[in-house]
């Protein structure tokens, strides 16, 4: 089983490891250029001491004599550091020492001449006081590095234990969130860093979460009342008719009630269906090039019957060109459907609605009552109807159709007055050369 670890934790022990690695390259790195330092300046000693020697050789050679020579190169290597010594050999089996090196000795040879006769010098010197420096500078490093790690690697630990307490007050107040009380919000700290933003895009978050719930629960309050009507209406026509025998003329007037009802339902269930593959971004629309001028003409001679029952009178101007867009044939046909039986429903009658076709645009407009200025920003939300008491839709007709218009990649804008009629204008994408299928989105 793996083993969760907090943030905290990780951070401390990452924080650790790279103090660690970090003092363990500090430390090495300072010792060895220490070291170096220490043994060149040694060296340097050397060669002067070297230097020195083969100076006063030189000048005592010439005034002393061979056996008077040693003891005056005894006094001058009496001057050298302790524990050095020097060895001189010379043609004839000449040889001088002085001095026995120790145990811990670093040697130095060197070669010179004097009056064409060839010398050899060797001077050792002590490292013993180097190599006590950086014994003890290890020492140091290798004792108090982990000294310095773990009051570091605490100060850490405190550090993000304070650097994270407004995770943990955020935890604590998203524990206490429920769909009972989305309109909570999470405390943001007031460091202006990365946690404050992230908890800005919570909040952000929740509260679409909120407004999307209200929409949820007030679509399945809508849409239960609007079913709660005809289902009545299919159970009370039932019932009067179970309840004593009538002429076949009552039950069919009774069953053909039951049917319109049933068919007034199956028109809502099928817009609640397509509204909701449609937020789901579940719907294809298969598009592909069509001539705006042929679908409109194909809506027009649907709708007219209808329009001249309501004595309404549709006047359209096609496009004198094809106006080609990127569509959907029975989408586009719905919503164009839905916006003409807006426009002959609520039209008095002999009043007109003009169908104005140019390019990928279409305009409908009609000499209605118009929507007052206050409903304009809601009539395309589901089930809202400006004044429910005319007509028998549900309220579902522009909503679907701005989905429609949206999967299209497409606009839809009105423009209304009261007491002189709407107009809507639906402005599509021009045709592509290639056949493509969308999505509707969310």
């Not at 060296?43 to 100076?55: C, I, N, P, V, Y």
């Not at 009051?151 to 304070?162: I, P, Y």
């Not at 009802?261 to 909701?276: G, I, K, N, P």
């Not at 209808?306 to 004595?311: P, S």
């Amino acid at each position: 089983m793996r083993t969760t670890r907090s943030i905290g934790f990780r951070l401390t022990a990452w924080y650790a490891v790279i103090l660690t690695a970090g003092f363990a390259l500090f430390g090495v790195s300072m010792w060895f250029s220490l070291r170096h330092r220490l043994i060149g300046e040694f060296d340097a000693d050397l060669r002067a001491g070297t230097a020195r020697f083969e100076q006063f050789f030189r000048h005592e050679s010439q005034w002393e004599s061979p056996e008077s020579l040693p003891t005056e190169l005894n006094e001058f290597c009496q001057g050298l550091p302790a524990g050095s010594s020097i060895e001189l050999r010379g043609p004839g089996g000449f040889v001088y020492r002085y001095g026995a090196p120790g145990p811990h000795a670093r040697t130095l040879r060197q070669q010179f001449e004097l009056d064409g006769r060839s010398y050899d010098v060797e001077i050792l010197g002590s490292f013993k006081s180097v190599e006590h420096t950086l014994d003890l500078l290890r020492l140091l490093l290798v004792s108090l590095s982990p000294l310095v790690i773990l009051v570091a690697c605490l100060g850490g630990a405190w550090l993000s234990r304070r650097a994270l307490r407004p995770v943990t007050d955020l935890t604590a107040a998203a524990l206490n969130i429920s769909i009972e009380n989305l309109s909570q919000r999470l405390p943001v700290p007031p460091t202006g860093d990365e946690l404050a933003r992230l908890t800005e895009v919570l909040n952000t978050m929740l509260a679409r979460l909120e407004n999307a719930v209200k929409t949820l629960s007030q679509f399945v309050a809508d849409a239960s009342h609007e079913f709660r009507t005809p289902l009545a209406v299919i159970r009370t026509s039932a019932e009067l008719a179970l309840r004593r025998a009538r002429a076949p003329e009552a039950y069919r007037e009774s069953l053909s009630e039951i049917a319109a009802e049933a068919e007034r339902m199956t028109t809502l269930v099928e817009d609640l269906l397509t509204l909701a593959r449609a937020d789901a971004g579940a719907v294809e629309m298969p598009l592909s090039p069509l001539d705006l001028n042929d679908l409109l003409r194909g809506v027009l001679a649907e709708i007219r019957p209808l329009a001249e029952h309501r004595k309404i009178e549709i006047r359209p101007q096609f496009s004198d060109h094809p106006a080609m867009v990127s569509g959907n044939t029975a989408a586009l046909h719905r919503l164009f459907l839905v916006l003409l039986d807006n426009a002959t429903k609520y039209a008095e009658a002999g009043a007109h609605v003009y169908v104005t076709i140019s390019g990928p645009s279409v305009e409908i407009r009609d000499e209605g009552s118009g929507i007052a200025p206050v409903h304009l920003p809601h009539i395309f939300k589901r089930f809202y109807q400006a004044d429910p008491a005319r007509g028998q839709g549900f309220g579902l007709g522009l909503s679907l159709a701005e989905t429609i218009v949206k999967a299209h990649n497409g606009q839809i804008r009105v423009q209304s007055e009261p007491g002189k009629g709407s107009t809507f204008t639906v402005l599509l994408a021009a045709s592509r050369a290639v056949h493509e299928t969308h999505l509707i989105p969310n």
